[in-house]
């Protein structure tokens, strides 16, 4: 099994102690990138990736090692601490860079039989909204089963959350990887996603723009071919 952790920030805190540890305890290969300090590029909104096609888009190459290591990953973690009740700058700037592969463009089949897992940290509240930030581009994505998993840590780093927390975490992290491993080569889409898909497939057909169009075509989606079959 092959993980993949987005960080959405470079220092290792309490929501990248337990990203980490999620990770590790996955087994398998695994690879991290932190945000910004692999990629620190905001979207210009020149919508080339819409109507052209990725490779137009003007970070394209930059972008290209994280995107590579999500589409060969069985595991796509998204990690961001609560910044103003909300994930950091540097997750969302990230993000926006996929808005080509939303179901309604152009989604990138592989992922309808992928997990993927949304962890946040706060010193207080903010966590469901931050977990929502991530869990909506996985969601149009396409990802197949998608867990959140947030904890007030009281804290603002890592040394300072208690032991009683650190085992609840432990406790929480264990359960979790064992739930992703059960599930490992077994994943497809839930009824929600069909329904956006089929959606999606009805719009399709009728056409959106070239670019989209095109690639729905060619995968057959716009008939009777489905990703997770």
């Known amino acids: ?5 987005i960080h959405g920030q470079s220092h290792q805190g309490s929501t990248y102690h337990i990203a980490h540890a999620l990770g590790e305890k996955l087994g398998g290969e695994y690879k991290e990138f932190f945000l910004p300090r692999d990629f620190d590029k905001f979207c210009v ?3 080339q990736c819409f109507m052209k096609g990725e490779e137009s888009c003007p970070h394209y190459e930059a972008l290209l090692p994280l995107t590579k290591a999500m589409d060969e990953a069985d595991v796509i973690i998204l990690a961001s601490p609560v910044y103003v ?3 950091t700058g540097a997750m969302k700037a990230f993000l926006d860079h ?3 592969r939303w179901m309604m463009h152009r989604p990138e089949g592989t992922m309808f039989r ?3 897992v ?3 940290t706060a010193a207080g509240a903010g966590i469901s909204s931050t977990n929502k930030d991530m869990a909506d581009s996985l ?3 396409g990802v197949g089963k998608i867990y959140r998993y947030g904890k007030g840590v009281a804290a603002i780093e890592w040394k300072g959350v208690n032991e009683k927390k650190r085992a609840s975490i432990e406790k929480a992290t264990t359960a979790l990887a064992n739930r992703i491993r059960k599930r490992h080569g077994r994943v497809k889409p839930g009824i929600k996603s069909r329904v956006w898909f089929f959606a999606m ?3 399709q057909r009728k056409g959106f723009n070239e670019a989209d169009a095109r690639y729905w075509k060619e995968k057959g989606w716009t008939g009777n071919g489905r990703p997770w079959k």
């Open 118 to 120: 949304c962890i946040c």
């Open 85 to 87: 009740y909300h994930a």
């Open 114 to 116: 992928k997990q993927g």
């Open 201 to 203: 497939h009805l719009m």
């Open 139 to 141: 969601f149009f994505w």
């Open 45 to 47: 909104g020149c919508n």
């Open 98 to 100: 996929y808005g080509y």
């Open 1 to 5: 099994m092959k993980t993949v952790i």
